[in-house]
């Protein structure tokens, strides 16, 4: 007997672990994987984008550079960054505009410049104490 749960979990924690991706990559109709950050990775899966590794998120300034450029943000509802990544870029998440929620760890260090621009569905945002800075511009 396998536990489709527990299946999908180690799935997703190997996939988490892969330490050669560099660009995008869409692993199935549901899962696509990718860099935001030189140790910083995403996971993203029915609506939910998983965020995780070491220190600093890329900015997201030049648009022929969007990170997201190969994904439908607009299935994007909820992000959640996990502890270990540093800073959320600037413009990070902007026109991401189903997301409702975000959590953001103690281990966020600093915010950058206009991370949610065009996100006006987002009405929950969890943020840790710990956060010390965050860009007046936001």
């Known amino acids: 007997f396998f536990d489709q749960t527990l299946g999908t979990f ?4 190997i996939i988490k672990s892969l330490e050669f ?6 692993i199935s109709k549901e899962l696509t994987v990718g860099r935001c950050g030189p140790n910083v990775r995403f996971l993203l899966e029915n609506g939910t ?9 890329k900015s997201n300034d ?9 994904l439908n943000k607009e299935m994007i509802e909820m992000i959640y960054i996990e502890k270990g990544v540093t800073t959320i870029g600037n413009k990070m998440f902007n026109n ?4 409702q929620s975000i959590y953001i760890p103690s281990t966020i260090e600093t915010i950058g410049i206009n991370p949610f621009i065009g996100c006006n569905e987002l009405s929950n945002v969890e943020i840790d104490r710990n ?5 007046s511009n936001n």
């Not at 030049?62 to 190969?70: A, R, S, T």
């Not at 991401?96 to 997301?99: E, G, H, P, T």
């Open 10 to 13: 180690l799935f997703k924690e």
């Open 21 to 26: 991706l560099e660009g995008n990559m869409k």
């Open 49 to 57: 984008l998983e965020i995780y590794g070491s220190g600093e998120m």
């Open 62 to 70: 030049d648009p022929e550079e969007d990170i997201w450029k190969e």
């Open 96 to 99: 991401f505009v189903k997301l």
């Open 131 to 135: 956060v010390s800075s965050q860009d």
